[in-house]
């Protein structure tokens, strides 16, 4: 079948009968960079320190498997069936106490929105806030999935500096200042304050304050993400933004990372009335998230020492960092990267020379993958950054990718 407007050589446009009845939002819709470096780096003798896949075999999968079957002993009948929009109660209450330990102690379980992972809760949100040209204030660099959400209802963002510890605040008024000259319309401003990914940097709490401060005045929404929050080394994580602001903060938290992906529950702490909205958005969505896993979290929750389970997370994930910190300082000690506290990533800093999306294909052949820069930022800003993760890969298989990077970065610098 073809269209008018089909000229010259077959594209996978017109090859596509349908590609006139598409909806104007779905020019947003484009594969991240990351997906199409997964297949590639899944190869087993590539060292990925591309992925931010979470290390499940670290779970204690004697606790998963009893908490199953307590659920489907005792509730059964419930976990297969629907369920309503907002979540289970059983499990919404159990999130009070995970969100007690980043100081968020005023909420009730009438204010959680239980939601497929925190990807769907980006979505609900961007669903409700974001008409095509409205603009997202988010850090430079950003998280590749939020970015690819914003983009998919056609929002603008527009990036605010970070340094090491996290995002500037005179940045932020800065670029919120610009943009009201200009006329454009600021919905929100998207944060990853701990541990960001892909950057490793942490919010202080000085500039959480600040932050809190600018947006209260010139009154913008916050979208606090924090599926890293609890994913601390060193020392215990800062109180969470929402714990010192319940009417300006959306938070968004996951089990996903201090858990498990595969279950997709993750939730949203909302003011009411925009709480209101996400229900209604859930409904006409999805009708319900998972009954079924909703309440093998909730029994997860209930019979283990789940703080435990989350110490052996983090002992994990701690030596890992440390393992990738001390092979960048052995192998490639000209270049600067971040060191976390927490989460998943290291950000590294490249020289003007290198071009790391140019350089990625070299590097699989080299049997190493990471993310290059440019997947995490809308502008297409990052060619001389990249970032690695250390949570999948154990420390002898992070100590060769790094050698192995070390040896296409030298390699290309010898050019
Ligand atoms: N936000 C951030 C910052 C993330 O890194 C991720 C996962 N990589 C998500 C949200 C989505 O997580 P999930 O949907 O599994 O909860």
Redesign the pocket.
């Known amino acids: 079948m073809t269209h008018p407007g089909d000229v010259g050589p077959q594209t996978g446009r017109n090859l596509d009968p349908w590609y006139t009845s598409y909806a104007d939002r779905t020019a947003g819709l484009a594969a991240s960079e990351v997906r199409a470096l997964f297949a590639v780096a899944s190869r087993p003798e590539v060292v990925s320190l591309a992925g931010?896949m979470p290390f499940v075999k670290a779970l204690p999968e004697e606790l998963i498997h009893s908490a199953f079957t307590t659920m489907m002993r005792e509730h059964g009948s419930e976990a297969l069936q629907y369920g309503g929009g907002q979540g289970i109660p059983e499990v919404r209450e159990q999130i009070l106490q995970v969100m007690s330990l980043e100081g968020i102690n005023d909420a009730s379980a009438d204010d959680v929105v239980t939601t497929t992972?925190?990807?769907?809760a980006?979505d609900l949100v961007s669903k409700l806030f974001l008409n095509p040209g409205d603009v997202v204030l988010a850090e430079a660099p950003s998280?590749v999935?939020?970015l690819g959400t914003f983009k998919s209802y056609q929002a603008d963002v527009a990036h605010v500096a970070i340094d090491d510890d996290g995002l500037i605040p005179e940045a932020l008024e800065e670029t919120i200042a610009h943009l009201r000259v200009e006329g454009r319309t600021i919905k929100f401003l998207y944060t990853?304050a701990n541990y960001n990914?892909p950057a490793g940097v942490t919010m202080s709490l000085e500039r959480r304050i600040r932050v809190l401060e600018i947006c209260r005045r010139e009154h913008i929404l916050i979208l606090e993400?924090n599926?890293y929050g609890l994913l601390y080394f060193d020392k215990p994580g800062l109180p969470a933004l929402r714990s010192m602001d319940a009417e300006n903060v959306i938070y968004l938290g996951?089990f996903?990372k201090i858990l498990s992906?595969g279950l997709r529950v993750?939730w949203a702490l909302a003011p009411h009335a925009i709480r209101e909205k996400l229900i209604l958005a859930v409904e006409a969505s999805i009708l319900s998230p998972s009954t079924f896993n909703q309440w093998v979290v909730t029994e997860y929750l209930r019979q283990s020492d789940w703080q435990q389970q989350i110490e052996g997370y983090r002992a994990v994930y701690r030596e890992r960092r440390d393992a990738m910190d001390q092979a960048l300082n052995e192998h490639l000690p000209q270049l600067s990267w971040t060191k976390p506290d927490g989460g998943f990533f290291v950000w590294v800093r490249l020289t003007e020379q290198l071009d790391s999306k140019q350089m990625l294909p070299r590097a699989v052949k080299e049997l190493v993958a990471y993310t290059p820069g440019t997947a995490f930022f809308a502008d297409g800003r990052g060619r001389h950054e990249m970032r690695l993760s250390f949570c999948y890969p154990t420390p002898e298989r992070i100590k060769l990718g790094v050698r192995r990077l070390a040896n296409v970065i030298n390699g290309e610098l010898d050019l």
């Open positions: 931010g992972g925190s990807q769907h980006l998280y999935g939020a990853v990914n993400d599926p996951s996903s992906p993750g």
